[in-house]
Nanobody, 121 residues
Framework: QVQLVESGGGLVQAGGSLRLSCAASGSIFSINAMGWYRQAPGKQRELVAAITGGDSTNYADSVKGRFTISRDNAKNTVYLQMNSLKPEDTAVYYC???????????????WGQGTQVTVSS
């Protein structure tokens, strides 16, 4: 079994900051890409930021320059530092990991349970 546990969401005023964390645990051989997605009410889930095993990063245009994704491979943890938050950043944020459970198993996607981020104007 693999579990992804997220933390760090909450309510913040516009212009404020939050830091999300997502720790993967369980039967894990290796983790490839890790990322954060978000889903606002009535909208589709969208990619916010992703980081590869080689630390290459990719961001949605709407968060470039404000959000920073990073990872700690020793802790199987991915972070999302969110600065200069805007009301339109309000959404449920989901962590995603692409990992191998054993040396010979295929790569699978795993998701966290989601954490609410609310930005008030």
């Amino acid at each position: 079994q693999v579990q992804l546990v997220e933390s760090g969401g909450g309510l913040v005023q516009a212009g404020g900051s939050l830091r999300l964390s997502c720790a993967a645990s369980g039967s894990i051989f290796s983790i490839n890409a890790m990322g954060w997605y978000r889903q606002a009410p009535g909208k589709q889930r969208e990619l916010v930021a992703a980081i590869t095993g080689g630390d290459s990063t990719n961001y949605a245009d709407s968060v470039k320059g404000r959000f920073t994704i990073s990872r700690d491979n020793a802790k199987n943890t991915v972070y999302l530092q969110m600065n200069s938050l805007k009301p339109e950043d309000t959404a449920v944020y989901y962590c995603n990991c692409q990992l191998h459970r054993t040396a010979w198993s295929p790569r699978y996607d795993y998701w966290g349970q989601g954490t609410q981020v609310t930005v008030s104007s």
